[in-house]
């Protein structure tokens, strides 16, 4: 069974980084993609950023991009989100996901992601 255990979500100040981690518990061709998306309160989920174990290929949502990487370490069967500059919109319910599908085109969807970690609440204070 697929289990995913994300860490590394607290409190801390505008401009500040922190790093989320998210391992899993067993790599298989159905969980070849790993996604993080956030939920904020009383907003729909959205897409962060998403990789491939097997090619290490990324992909970012636009409003993230040059602020958070997304990263692997394969050995550690861990996927790490470093978030820095953070803002107080950055508040969100972080959570991780695996997916089967290659095509990257679809990495942003969370119904292509079959498993779901717990998730980890980021707070950014202004």
């Known amino acids: 069974q697929v289990q995913l255990v994300e860490s590394g979500g607290g409190l801390v100040q505008a401009g500040g980084s922190l790093r989320l981690s998210c391992k899993t518990s067993?790599?298989?061709?159905?969980?070849?993609?790993m996604g993080w998306f956030r939920q904020a309160p009383g907003k729909e989920p959205e897409f962060v950023a998403a990789?491939?174990?097997?090619?290490?290929?990324?992909t970012y949502a636009d409003s993230m991009k040059g602020r958070f990487t997304i990263s692997r370490d394969s050995a550690k069967k861990t996927v790490y989100l470093q978030m820095n500059s953070l803002k107080p919109e950055d508040t969100a319910v972080y959570s991780c996901?695996?997916?089967?599908?290659?095509?990257?085109?679809?990495?942003?969807?969370?119904?292509?992601?079959?498993?779901w970690g717990q998730g980890t609440q980021v707070t950014v204070s202004s």
């Open positions: 067993v790599r298989t061709f159905s969980t070849n993609v």
């Open positions: 996901g695996a997916s089967g599908i290659s095509d990257p085109r679809f990495w942003s969807s969370r119904t292509n992601y079959n498993y």
């Open positions: 990789i491939s174990w097997s090619s290490a290929r990324t």
